[in-house]
């Protein structure tokens, strides 16, 4: 085992700058777009790479999609609330509708719409239960909605989750 992590497809790859420049929403495959990004935000930063990332890791863990959208309404509706697939039927309820007390400033964002469906934030734990106590933690730090709070990758690799990982691969 190596300890290396490759990562492919920088087709849609934007050069990060200071001051941010604004950006069209048309990147980042479909089921790892960031929820600012669906939501019309045209300002955007290192976080959209962390939600990717998570759904990413969700991924890695349950051995299937996670939020696999065919319609940027769809996307959302689906990372709002999660639907098991069949035999089970099952719907949970996963992050929930945002709000501004989830989010900040979410209801300001161009394509948010005060129509879209109240659900309510369900446990991680309910959804991807082969995790445990670190990994939710991680994940759902990862997947928050607020870009502001969302944690950054230095964070991310200080986490208790890889406190049993060897540093020289960190």
């Given at each position: 085992?190596?300890?290396?992590?490759?990562?492919?497809?920088?087709?849609?790859?934007?050069?990060?700058?200071?001051?941010?420049?604004?950006?069209?929403?048309?990147?980042?495959?479909?089921?790892?777009?960031?929820?600012?990004?669906?939501?019309?935000?045209?300002?955007?930063?290192?976080?959209?790479?962390?939600?990717?990332?998570?759904?990413?890791?969700?991924?890695?863990?349950?051995?299937?999609?996670?939020?696999?959208?065919?319609?940027?309404?769809?996307?959302?509706?689906?990372?709002?609330?999660?639907?098991?697939?069949?035999?089970?039927?099952?719907?949970?309820?996963?992050?929930?509708?945002?709000?501004e007390s989830s989010w900040r400033g979410v209801t300001?964002?161009?394509?948010?719409?005060?129509?879209?469906?109240?659900?309510?934030?369900?446990?991680?734990?309910?959804?991807?239960?082969?995790?445990?106590?670190?990994?939710?933690?991680?994940?759902?730090?990862?997947?928050?909605?607020?870009?502001?709070?969302?944690?950054?990758?230095?964070?991310?690799?200080r986490h208790p989750y890889f406190d049993d990982v060897?540093?020289?691969?960190?």
């Open positions: 085992m190596t300890g290396a992590l490759k990562i492919a497809d920088f087709g849609l790859a934007r050069a990060f700058s200071i001051p941010m420049k604004k950006y069209t929403h048309e990147v980042v495959t479909l089921w790892y777009r960031a929820p600012e990004i669906l939501l019309g935000q045209e300002v955007y930063s290192p976080p959209v790479d962390i939600w990717s990332v998570g759904v990413i890791f969700a991924e890695m863990v349950t051995k299937k999609a996670l939020f696999p959208g065919d319609s940027e309404i769809d996307q959302l509706y689906r990372i709002f609330r999660y639907d098991f697939p069949p035999p089970l039927g099952v719907r949970i309820f996963a992050l929930g509708t945002p709000d300001k964002l161009r394509d948010y719409a005060p129509t879209f469906p109240k659900w309510k934030k369900k446990s991680l734990r309910e959804l991807i239960p082969q995790l445990d106590a670190d990994g939710l933690s991680l994940l759902e730090s990862m997947l928050c909605y607020d870009p502001e709070t969302r944690i950054s990758a230095k964070e991310a690799l060897d540093s020289e691969y960190m």
